[in-house]
T-cell receptor, first 111, second 112 residues
Framework: KQEVTQIPAALSVPEGENLVLNCSFT??????LQWFRQDPGKGLTSLLL?????REQTSGRLNASLDKSSGRSTLYIAASQPGDSATYLC??????????FGSGTKLNVKP | GAGVSQSPSNKVTEKGKDVELRCDPI?????LYWYRQSLGQGLEFLIY????????KSGLPSDRFSAERTGGSVSTLTIQRTQQEDSAVYLC??????????FGDGTRLSIL
């Protein structure tokens, strides 16, 4: 069974800092990996999706990388802002119809 | 609509009652997903519909749970004889095949 782990569980940084969130998975046979953010009381918002054949994806201040062989992905957030405060989740599509989520990293960006 | 719509947004019911949760996906999305998020826990995948293919129901937590998707669009998740451990937020998402999932805001289910 696929297991997805996210470290750290929580992170507090001052505004303007660059930061890295980590996601690891135990089985490298994945279709894709997706990063989401979740605001309190809300559903998830898709940030970036990396297909298994890709190494990274970028959107604005966000960059996600994927190293399938080592079972790792990182989400890099540049020049963090208070509006980035949320819980960040990674999810892997392990097979055609199985999806596994990490437990998330709760980010607080202090003004 | 512009996004995934779930109803009701909140549901409180007594233990032993049946509940139906509804999901309206984004128009044209062939894939539809149901997840459960319990307090303090991560998202648990329940079931996935892709086009007209029969879904894999092995992720459903018990035989009290069932899901349907009519006409490749609206989906309902039904929980029979609810138990207190069924209390959670139930999230629905939709997507084009192998593309980013778009989530609704969820149904918060409370079993008294």
């Amino acid at each position: 069974k696929q297991e997805v782990t996210q470290i750290p569980a929580a992170l507090s940084v001052p505004e303007g800092e660059n930061l890295v969130l980590n996601c690891s998975f135990t089985d490298s046979a994945i279709y894709n990996l997706q990063w989401f953010r979740q605001d309190p009381g809300k559903g998830l918002t898709s940030l970036l999706l990396i297909q298994s054949s890709q190494r990274e994806q970028t959107s604005g201040r966000l960059n996600a990388s994927l190293d399938k062989s080592s079972g790792r992905s990182t989400l890099y957030i540049a020049a963090s802002q208070p509006g980035d405060s949320a819980t960040y989740l990674c999810a892997v599509r392990h097979s055609f119809n199985k999806f596994y989520f990490g437990s998330g990293t709760k980010l607080n960006v202090k003004p | 609509g512009a996004g995934v719509s779930q109803s009701p947004s909140n549901k409180v019911t007594e233990k032993g009652k049946d509940v139906e949760l509804r999901c309206d996906p984004i128009s044209g999305h062939t894939a539809l997903y149901w997840y459960r998020q319990s307090l303090g826990q991560g998202l648990e995948f329940l079931i996935y519909f892709q086009g007209n293919s029969a879904p894999d129901k092995s992720g459903l937590p018990s035989d009290r749970f069932s899901a349907e998707r009519t006409g490749g669009s609206v989906s309902t998740l039904t929980i029979q004889r609810t138990q207190q451990e069924d209390s959670a937020v139930y999230l629905c998402a939709s997507s084009l095949f192998n593309q980013p999932q778009h989530f609704g805001d969820g149904t918060r289910l409370s079993i008294l």
